[in-house]
Protein backbone atom coordinates (compact mmCIF):
# COMPACT_ATOMS: atom_id res chain seq x y z
CA UNK A 1 0.00 0.00 0.00
CA UNK A 2 1.62 3.24 -0.64
CA UNK A 3 1.27 5.72 1.55
CA UNK A 4 0.26 9.38 0.55
CA UNK A 5 2.72 12.34 0.67
CA UNK A 6 3.79 13.16 4.57
CA UNK A 7 2.13 16.56 5.84
CA UNK A 8 4.82 19.04 7.10
CA UNK A 9 4.45 18.50 10.85
CA UNK A 10 6.69 20.99 12.21
CA UNK A 11 10.34 23.04 11.38
CA UNK A 12 13.28 23.58 13.73
CA UNK A 13 15.04 27.13 14.04
CA UNK A 14 17.79 27.18 15.88
CA UNK A 15 18.90 30.03 17.38
CA UNK A 16 21.56 31.82 19.77
CA UNK A 17 19.12 33.26 22.41
CA UNK A 18 15.89 31.50 22.74
CA UNK A 19 13.97 34.37 24.66
CA UNK A 20 15.11 37.20 22.10
CA UNK A 21 14.09 35.25 19.27
CA UNK A 22 10.76 34.48 20.91
CA UNK A 23 10.28 38.22 21.75
CA UNK A 24 11.06 38.68 17.77
CA UNK A 25 8.32 35.97 16.67
CA UNK A 26 5.62 37.92 19.08
CA UNK A 27 6.19 41.03 17.45
CA UNK A 28 5.70 39.75 14.09
CA UNK A 29 2.04 38.72 15.57
CA UNK A 30 2.50 35.05 16.70
CA UNK A 31 1.39 33.40 19.68
CA UNK A 32 4.83 31.93 21.08
CA UNK A 33 4.46 28.85 23.76
CA UNK A 34 6.20 28.30 26.83
CA UNK A 35 9.64 27.36 27.64
CA UNK A 36 10.26 23.47 27.20
CA UNK A 37 13.12 21.34 28.39
CA UNK A 38 14.83 18.67 26.75
CA UNK A 39 16.61 16.00 28.95
CA UNK A 40 19.34 16.00 26.18
CA UNK A 41 20.32 19.81 26.92
CA UNK A 42 18.28 21.90 24.55
CA UNK A 43 15.09 24.29 25.20
CA UNK A 44 12.69 25.06 22.79
CA UNK A 45 9.25 27.52 22.64
CA UNK A 46 6.92 26.38 19.99
CA UNK A 47 4.41 28.27 17.66
CA UNK A 48 1.24 26.17 17.14
CA UNK A 49 -0.84 26.24 13.87
CA UNK A 50 -4.27 23.68 13.13
CA UNK A 51 -1.54 20.64 11.78
CA UNK A 52 1.86 22.21 11.82
CA UNK A 53 3.59 24.18 13.84
CA UNK A 54 7.25 26.09 14.18
CA UNK A 55 10.06 24.94 16.97
CA UNK A 56 12.46 28.29 17.92
CA UNK A 57 15.64 26.00 20.06
CA UNK A 58 18.74 26.72 21.88
CA UNK A 59 21.30 25.13 23.56
CA UNK A 60 20.96 25.31 27.54
CA UNK A 61 23.20 22.58 29.05
CA UNK A 62 25.91 21.47 26.29
CA UNK A 63 26.99 18.57 29.14
CA UNK A 64 23.98 17.16 29.19
CA UNK A 65 24.14 16.68 24.75
CA UNK A 66 25.44 12.88 24.20
CA UNK A 67 27.30 12.40 20.99
CA UNK A 68 26.15 10.57 17.86
CA UNK A 69 26.86 7.22 17.88
CA UNK A 70 26.44 4.20 15.23
CA UNK A 71 23.08 3.75 14.31
CA UNK A 72 21.90 6.77 16.97
CA UNK A 73 21.30 10.63 15.44
CA UNK A 74 21.81 12.85 18.16
CA UNK A 75 19.37 15.90 17.91
CA UNK A 76 21.27 17.77 20.49
CA UNK A 77 25.01 17.21 18.86
CA UNK A 78 23.38 18.35 15.84
CA UNK A 79 21.49 21.43 16.99
CA UNK A 80 25.04 22.18 19.07
CA UNK A 81 27.38 21.92 15.64
CA UNK A 82 25.19 23.55 13.52
CA UNK A 83 24.83 26.89 15.81
CA UNK A 84 28.66 27.06 15.59
CA UNK A 85 27.95 27.44 11.84
CA UNK A 86 25.09 30.01 11.71
CA UNK A 87 21.45 30.47 13.16
CA UNK A 88 18.68 29.15 10.82
CA UNK A 89 16.21 26.58 9.73
CA UNK A 90 18.06 23.08 10.35
CA UNK A 91 15.88 20.53 10.54
CA UNK A 92 12.52 19.51 8.56
CA UNK A 93 9.89 17.37 10.36
CA UNK A 94 6.80 15.29 8.62
CA UNK A 95 3.93 13.63 9.88
CA UNK A 96 4.17 10.03 11.24
CA UNK A 97 2.01 7.51 12.11
CA UNK A 98 4.54 4.48 12.86
CA UNK A 99 7.82 6.02 13.13
CA UNK A 100 9.71 2.30 13.52
CA UNK A 101 8.28 1.60 10.18
CA UNK A 102 9.11 4.90 8.83
CA UNK A 103 13.09 3.98 10.44
CA UNK A 104 12.70 0.61 8.74
CA UNK A 105 11.53 2.15 5.68
CA UNK A 106 14.01 4.75 5.05
CA UNK A 107 16.95 1.96 5.71
CA UNK A 108 15.31 0.03 2.94
CA UNK A 109 15.68 3.25 1.13
CA UNK A 110 18.71 3.71 1.79
CA UNK A 111 18.37 7.10 3.33
CA UNK A 112 19.35 6.65 7.15
CA UNK A 113 20.82 3.51 9.31
CA UNK A 114 19.14 5.24 12.21
CA UNK A 115 17.10 3.79 15.12
CA UNK A 116 13.89 5.35 16.20
CA UNK A 117 14.13 8.08 18.57
CA UNK A 118 11.32 8.41 21.82
CA UNK A 119 11.24 10.72 24.34
CA UNK A 120 8.64 12.03 26.42
CA UNK A 121 8.03 15.63 28.68
CA UNK A 122 6.05 17.81 30.23
CA UNK A 123 4.22 20.49 28.41
CA UNK A 124 2.11 23.76 29.33
CA UNK A 125 -1.41 24.50 28.41
CA UNK A 126 -2.41 28.21 28.21
CA UNK A 127 -3.86 28.19 31.76
CA UNK A 128 -0.54 27.20 33.13
CA UNK A 129 -1.46 23.55 33.80
CA UNK A 130 0.84 20.88 32.94
CA UNK A 131 0.32 17.95 29.92
CA UNK A 132 2.07 15.06 29.26
CA UNK A 133 3.43 14.47 25.37
CA UNK A 134 5.99 11.94 24.15
CA UNK A 135 7.22 11.86 20.39
CA UNK A 136 9.14 8.67 18.46
CA UNK A 137 11.58 10.65 15.51
CA UNK A 138 12.73 8.75 12.46
CA UNK A 139 15.73 10.24 11.13
CA UNK A 140 17.02 10.38 7.09
CA UNK A 141 20.54 12.13 5.95
CA UNK A 142 20.79 13.41 2.30
CA UNK A 143 24.84 12.97 2.98
CA UNK A 144 25.11 15.86 1.08
CA UNK A 145 23.48 18.09 3.07
CA UNK A 146 25.43 18.68 6.21
CA UNK A 147 23.09 21.29 7.41
CA UNK A 148 19.99 20.06 6.78
CA UNK A 149 18.63 16.90 8.54
CA UNK A 150 15.17 15.66 8.04
CA UNK A 151 12.85 13.20 10.34
CA UNK A 152 9.43 11.72 10.55
CA UNK A 153 7.16 12.65 14.18
CA UNK A 154 4.99 10.14 15.54
CA UNK A 155 3.26 12.08 17.97
CA UNK A 156 1.83 9.34 20.89
CA UNK A 157 -0.75 11.82 22.61
CA UNK A 158 -1.66 14.47 20.10
CA UNK A 159 -4.85 15.07 22.52
CA UNK A 160 -2.10 16.68 24.89
CA UNK A 161 -0.35 18.91 22.46
CA UNK A 162 -2.34 20.07 19.90
CA UNK A 163 -4.81 23.02 21.35
CA UNK A 164 -6.88 25.06 19.90
CA UNK A 165 -6.04 28.05 22.22
CA UNK A 166 -2.27 28.04 21.08
CA UNK A 167 -3.22 28.57 17.98
CA UNK A 168 -5.05 32.16 18.11
CA UNK A 169 -2.16 34.07 16.22
CA UNK A 170 -2.66 38.03 16.28
CA UNK A 171 -1.10 37.94 12.42
CA UNK A 172 -4.37 35.26 12.12
CA UNK A 173 -1.61 32.92 10.34
CA UNK A 174 -2.93 29.29 9.79
CA UNK A 175 -0.27 27.25 8.93
CA UNK A 176 3.23 26.28 7.32
CA UNK A 177 2.38 26.31 3.87
CA UNK A 178 5.78 25.87 2.35
CA UNK A 179 9.73 25.40 2.87
CA UNK A 180 12.59 25.82 0.81
CA UNK A 181 15.64 24.12 0.09
CA UNK A 182 18.50 25.52 -1.89
CA UNK A 183 20.89 23.05 -3.13
CA UNK A 184 23.62 22.92 -6.01
CA UNK A 185 22.07 20.70 -8.17
CA UNK A 186 18.31 19.48 -7.56
CA UNK A 187 18.27 15.92 -9.56
CA UNK A 188 21.13 15.17 -7.35
CA UNK A 189 19.08 15.33 -4.41
CA UNK A 190 15.76 13.60 -6.07
CA UNK A 191 15.85 10.23 -5.04
CA UNK A 192 16.55 11.01 -1.41
CA UNK A 193 13.93 13.76 -1.63
CA UNK A 194 11.09 11.34 -2.98
CA UNK A 195 11.89 8.63 -0.57
CA UNK A 196 11.88 11.04 2.52
CA UNK A 197 8.63 12.86 1.51
CA UNK A 198 6.68 10.01 -0.44
CA UNK A 199 5.74 12.59 -2.96
CA UNK A 200 7.25 12.86 -6.96
CA UNK A 201 8.79 15.85 -7.42
CA UNK A 202 7.14 18.19 -10.14
CA UNK A 203 8.53 18.01 -13.94
CA UNK A 204 10.84 20.56 -13.74
CA UNK A 205 12.24 18.59 -10.01
CA UNK A 206 11.92 21.89 -7.92
CA UNK A 207 8.71 21.11 -5.90
CA UNK A 208 7.33 17.92 -3.84
CA UNK A 209 3.94 18.38 -3.26
CA UNK A 210 3.03 17.50 0.56
CA UNK A 211 0.08 16.96 2.58
CA UNK A 212 -2.58 19.17 3.42
CA UNK A 213 -1.66 21.13 0.90
CA UNK A 214 1.90 21.94 1.85
CA UNK A 215 5.30 22.49 -0.65
CA UNK A 216 8.80 21.33 -0.45
CA UNK A 217 10.16 23.87 -2.79
CA UNK A 218 13.93 23.42 -4.05
CA UNK A 219 16.15 26.18 -5.40
CA UNK A 220 19.52 26.55 -7.39
CA UNK A 221 22.13 27.62 -5.05
CA UNK A 222 25.91 27.91 -5.89
CA UNK A 223 27.31 28.04 -2.10
CA UNK A 224 26.52 26.33 0.99
CA UNK A 225 23.25 24.31 0.77
CA UNK A 226 20.66 24.13 3.03
CA UNK A 227 16.86 25.15 4.19
CA UNK A 228 16.58 28.89 3.53
CA UNK A 229 12.92 29.55 4.48
CA UNK A 230 9.70 28.95 4.78
CA UNK A 231 6.19 30.36 4.03
CA UNK A 232 3.20 31.06 6.41
CA UNK A 233 -0.46 30.74 5.53
CA UNK A 234 -2.60 33.98 7.04
CA UNK A 235 -5.97 35.05 6.16
CA UNK A 236 -5.14 38.55 5.68
CA UNK A 237 -1.30 40.28 4.34
CA UNK A 238 -2.66 43.37 4.98
CA UNK A 239 -3.21 42.74 8.65
CA UNK A 240 0.36 41.13 8.71
CA UNK A 241 1.80 44.32 7.23
CA UNK A 242 0.08 46.42 9.93
CA UNK A 243 1.58 44.42 12.25
CA UNK A 244 5.07 43.99 11.19
CA UNK A 245 4.81 48.14 10.47
CA UNK A 246 3.79 49.06 14.15
CA UNK A 247 6.32 46.53 15.36
CA UNK A 248 9.12 48.22 13.31
CA UNK A 249 10.01 44.52 12.05
CA UNK A 250 11.19 45.46 8.22
CA UNK A 251 10.05 43.40 5.37
CA UNK A 252 9.28 43.51 1.11
CA UNK A 253 6.21 43.24 -0.45
CA UNK A 254 5.83 41.01 -3.35
CA UNK A 255 2.80 40.01 -5.53
CA UNK A 256 0.63 37.91 -3.40
CA UNK A 257 3.13 37.64 -0.68
CA UNK A 258 4.96 39.85 2.36
CA UNK A 259 8.83 38.52 3.47
CA UNK A 260 11.29 39.24 6.24
CA UNK A 261 14.57 38.60 4.85
CA UNK A 262 16.66 35.95 6.22
CA UNK A 263 19.26 38.80 7.87
CA UNK A 264 16.57 40.07 10.31
CA UNK A 265 15.29 36.64 11.30
CA UNK A 266 17.95 34.36 12.42
CA UNK A 267 19.15 33.53 9.16
CA UNK A 268 16.07 31.82 7.64
CA UNK A 269 13.76 34.21 5.14
CA UNK A 270 9.97 34.07 6.44
CA UNK A 271 7.41 34.89 3.70
CA UNK A 272 3.62 35.18 4.78
CA UNK A 273 1.16 34.14 1.93
CA UNK A 274 -2.67 34.03 1.75
CA UNK A 275 -4.21 30.71 2.26
CA UNK A 276 -7.83 29.52 4.22
CA UNK A 277 -7.91 30.43 7.73
CA UNK A 278 -9.16 27.04 9.23
CA UNK A 279 -5.91 25.16 7.13
CA UNK A 280 -6.06 21.39 8.35
CA UNK A 281 -6.99 18.25 9.91
CA UNK A 282 -8.18 18.33 13.52
CA UNK A 283 -5.54 16.58 15.37
CA UNK A 284 -6.95 16.37 18.83
CA UNK A 285 -8.27 12.88 18.17
CA UNK A 286 -6.35 10.33 16.85
CA UNK A 287 -5.75 6.39 17.01
CA UNK A 288 -2.26 5.96 17.26
CA UNK A 289 -0.12 4.24 20.06
CA UNK A 290 -0.31 5.70 22.85
CA UNK A 291 3.24 4.70 24.32
CA UNK A 292 6.70 5.12 22.71
CA UNK A 293 7.49 1.91 20.32
CA UNK A 294 11.38 2.70 21.07
CA UNK A 295 13.04 2.71 24.24
CA UNK A 296 13.35 6.08 25.51
CA UNK A 297 16.79 7.69 24.91
CA UNK A 298 18.37 10.56 27.82
Given at each position: ?114 QPFS ?78 TGAP ?98
Amino acid sequence: MTRPPRRIDHLVLAVHDLEYAADFYTRMGFQVGARNRHPWGTENRLIQFRSSFLELISVADAGQIPPHAHGFFSFGAFVEDYLTRREGLAMLALDSFDAAADAAQFAREGIAEFQPFSFERTGRQPDGTQTHVAFSLAFARDDRLLDAVFFACQQHYPEAFWNPLLQRHPNRASSTAAVTLDVESPEDHARFLRAFTGAPPSEDGRHYRLGNGGQLAVQTRSVASGFTGFSIGVADLDLVAQRLTAEHVPFQTHPGRLSIEADHCFGTRVDFTTVAEHYGPDLTASTRPSRPNARERP
